[in-house]
């Protein structure tokens, strides 16, 4: 996938009001489910979530002058304990190694900490949508848990949308992580968008749904979200906190097989 600039979503972004629409409503959960304190932003991209919280310390792997920091998940250039949330929306998928990234999350995490992240879900009707009308890939064989090296020449856009289904998608896989990161732990793990968001074409320069409907349509699936969300969801809203637990010196975090 060929890498695309901050302001080239930042432009997409304010040419589509129905796409404003939509993302508005989830920044504004993400904010909601930060606790008070500190925050973090990983992936920071177009700028969205400083509307709704003009004091998180925003950070990306591209500069942008709306951006405070130039940095990768991989290696947070901050001190131990040093924030009270996380928040990434679409960052997850998009990282070469997730297990560095949480152990650097649980690192800087405060005790009580949260990492907040709003991803894609892989469901029977998402998959379809996504492997034929998305460019990013979907690999459901991929192990989220490798580790080695980074590779230094990998596109940082490069993804896999099956990640954070692959890690939270049910109880099992919620199971398996929290044993994988014993500080941190899984609070939830929501499956959400079930209409509004594909018939706005995402960041495209198409969209099917008229900005009128968006705010009805997005009420009506928040009430059939809870019955229907891991049959046809788009995106899952994801919570974890850290519990401030910490491994015995020298012992490294099991990765599963």
Known sequence: MASAQPADYRAIWMAKPVLRNVYQGWYRRMAQACR??????IGGGSGNFKSFAPDVISTDVMTAAWLDTVCDAHRLPFDDASFDNIVMFDVLHHLQRPALFFNEAARVLRSGGRIVMLEPAITPVSHIFYDRFHEEPVDMGEDPFADGPLDADR?????????????????????????????????????????????????????????????????????????????????????????????????????PR
């Open 155 to 255: 596109d940082p856009f490069d993804s896999n949308q099956a990640i954070p289904t692959l890690l939270f998608g049910n109880t099992a896989r919620q199971t398996v992580f929290e044993e994988a990161f014993p500080s941190l732990s899984v609070d939830v793990a929501e499956h959400l968008a079930l209409f509004a968001y594909p018939l706005t074409g995402g960041f495209k320069s198409w969209s099917l749904l008229p900005v009128w409907l968006a705010g009805p349509l997005t009420a009506l699936e928040n009430i059939l979200a809870p019955l229907l969300g891991r049959l046809m969801a788009f995106r899952m809203l994801v919570v974890l906190s850290s519990n401030g637990r910490v491994d015995a010196p020298g012992q490294e975090h099991k990765t």
């Open 36 to 41: 008070d304190g500190r925050t973090l932003e």
